[in-house]
């Protein structure tokens, strides 16, 4: 790699790590929403809602495809967020 391809890929990484960071602010926020959801489950199995899920893909899908990216890619990144929250709720769902 040429020195001035080096320092371009350097701009990027820059730019790339700086939006990890809203990122995280991102997932932070949304932990916070969903331990407030979770606050309103009284069964252990109102976590798992497939309808909603599959609402939320469908919906993730369709605007990806109008915002030109790749839904595959889209969809990979909801699934495993929704998966990984669902298993979060799980392992702090408290019966009341």
Do not use: A
């Amino acid at each position: 790699m040429s020195p001035k391809n080096k320092q371009k890929l350097q701009k990027i990484r820059s730019k790339l790590d700086k939006l990890d960071n809203r990122l995280l602010s991102l997932i932070k926020y949304r932990t916070k929403l969903v331990k407030e959801v979770l606050k309103l489950k009284e069964f252990k199995k109102e976590i798992v809602d497939k309808k909603r899920i599959k609402f939320i893909l469908k919906k993730i899908d369709s605007k990806s495809k109008n915002l030109n990216i790749d839904p595959k890619i889209t969809n990979r990144i909801w699934k495993n967020m929704i998966w990984s929250y669902i298993n979060f709720e799980r392992r702090n769902f408290k019966k009341k």
